[in-house]
C-alpha cells in the first residue's frame, strides 16, 4: 500500500517536471524512471520496516483475513510509528500530489492561453485526469486513515474488526485504480496501446 501511495507521489512529480521541464522528454534513457521505481521502494521498506524492528508491530486486521500494524495497541510506542505512518505515507504524499497536478495545471493554463483551442482541451484533458487522481487517491485512503486513526486513539472496540473491513479493501485496491485510470485518461498511453 505504502508503494502505491509513494508512487503515484513519484508520478505526479516527474509528470509536472516533464510537463513544465524546457527540454523534450527522451522516451530512450529509462534511468530516471528506475531510480523513481526504487526510490518509492526503498522509502516504503523504510516505512515498513520498523515494526519488524520493534517500533510498532504488525498483527492481524479486521476479520483476521489480512495483516497489517497493530491500530488497537495504545502504548505510546505504536502511537508515535501510527502518527509517523500518517504524516510520512499519506500526508506528505498527498501534499506532493496536490501541488505538482496544481502546478501542472498553472503551467498548462498559461499556455492556453497563448493557444486557445488546443491549450484548453488539453487543459480539460489533464483537469479531469488530477481530479480522478486526487478523488480515487482519497476514496481509496481516506477511510483507512480514518478508521486506523480511531481505532488508535478512540475508545477501545469502536471500531470493530467488521467496520474495517471496507477500509482496508479499499485502500488495498488502489493499487487497481491507479493504472485504470492513467490508461483511459492519458492520451498518449491509450494511442500506445
Known amino acids: 500500500g505504502i508503494v502505491s501511495l509513494i508512487s503515484l ?3 505526479s512529480y516527474e509528470r509536472y517536471c516533464t510537463m513544465t521541464g524546457t527540454t523534450e522528454a527522451d522516451t530512450t ?4 524512471t528506475w531510480t523513481g521505481i526504487g526510490l518509492s521502494w526503498m522509502y516504503s521498506l523504510l516505512w515498513t520496516a520498523p515494526p519488524l524492528l520493534g517500533w510498532s ?3 492481524p ?3 483476521g483475513a489480512t495483516c497489517s500494524v497493530n491500530w488497537h495497541s495504545k502504548d505510546i510506542n505504536n502511537a508515535s510509528y501510527i502518527i509517523c505512518l500518517f504524516i510520512f505515507c499519506l ?3 498527498f501534499v506532493i500530489i496536490v501541488y505538482s ?6 503551467a498548462i493554463r498559461q499556455v492556453s492561453g497563448i493557444n486557445k483551442g488546443m491549450g484548453r482541451t488539453r487543459e480539460q484533458r489533464v483537469l479531469v485526469m488530477v481530479v480522478a487522481m486526487v478523488i480515487c487517491f482519497l476514496l481509496c485512503w481516506l477511510p483507512y ?3 486506523a486513526l480511531i481505532a488508535t486513539f478512540g475508545k477501545p472496540g469502536l471500531i470493530t474488526p467488521a467496520a474495517s473491513i471496507i477500509p482496508s479493501i479499499l485502500a488495498k485496491s488502489s493499487t487497481v485504480y491507479n493504472p485504470i485510470i ?3 485518461l492519458n492520451k498518449q498511453v491509450s494511442k500506445t496501446l
Open 9 to 11: 507521489a513519484v508520478l
Open 29 to 32: 534513457n529509462y534511468r530516471k
Open 57 to 59: 508491530s504488525y498483527g
Open 61 to 63: 486486521e479486521g476479520p
Open 91 to 93: 500526508v506528505i504524499p
Open 101 to 106: 497536478y496544481g502546478k501542472l495545471l498553472c
Open 145 to 147: 486513515a480514518t478508521v
Open 182 to 184: 492513467y490508461i483511459f
